[in-house]
């Protein structure tokens, strides 16, 4: 009852035995994204902070996945917890997840708590386990100064190579035009939002900036 134009005439001529091709369309492919909603990610100096550029990002990939009828969920990684959205498919659902990610309160200066991007790309990893696209928005900045020294590895790193092992991934790097390019301003105070450091620097000192 097989259709005859589905034979496999390679494999039927090799084994003299019919083969049938059965085509199984992968047609719902599941897609994560871990928003970084940490007190770093509220900054911003272009009328927008690096969160809503985040969350415009995530909104690019979930509207460029609705065109293949793919389910889509989400993490938002706070300090102090990880709020889960759950993967639905239609463009209903994906409206309502940006809406929640838009509306989801203000992470305060200083915030505590045990996730770090690290560990949020840890949960991610664990609580989905289904292979797919997995996409992690963030500034990849971590409290202190290890990150700048290029022989410490950042935390997240191995964690990263991890979800990459059966999975899709995409990073989407948020940066604001002033952590690139910092205008000569004199003395100025520099705080970090997550952490109680503070420096002043002499922005007039090319090398400093």
């Not at 460029?64 to 969920?73: I, Y």
């Not at 200066?109 to 289904?130: E, F, M, N, S, V």
């Not at 105070?189 to 002499?202: G, H, K, W």
Request: glycine share 6%; net charge neutral; hydrophobic share 40%.
């Amino acid at each position: 009852q097989d259709d005859v134009r589905k034979m496999d005439w390679a494999v039927t001529a090799r084994t003299q035995t019919p083969h049938v091709r059965d085509t199984i369309a992968d047609r719902e492919l599941e897609i994560w994204a871990l928003l970084d909603a940490t007190p770093s990610m509220n900054w911003g100096t272009e009328g927008v902070t690096k969160r809503d550029l985040g969350i415009a990002a995530i909104a690019t990939i979930g509207f460029l996945s609705q065109k293949m009828g793919d389910r889509f969920g989400a993490l938002i990684m706070r300090p102090e917890s990880l709020v889960r959205i759950p993967a639905r498919s239609g463009r209903m659902a994906l409206y309502s997840l940006l809406r929640r990610m838009l509306t989801e309160p203000i992470v305060p200066d200083h915030a505590t708590g045990p996730y770090t991007l690290a560990k949020g790309i840890d949960q991610l990893a664990r609580t989905q386990r289904r292979r797919g696209l997995r996409v992690v928005v963030s500034d990849f900045l971590s409290p202190g100064e290890t990150e700048l020294d290029p022989e410490v590895p950042p935390d997240w790193e191995r964690p990263l190579r991890r979800l990459a092992v059966k999975n899709q991934v995409i990073c989407v790097e948020v940066v604001d035009r002033r952590e690139v390019e910092f205008p000569d301003v004199g003395d100025i105070l520099i705080r970090d939002p997550e952490s109680d450091f503070a420096r002043y620097i002499n922005t007039s000192d090319a090398s400093a900036r």
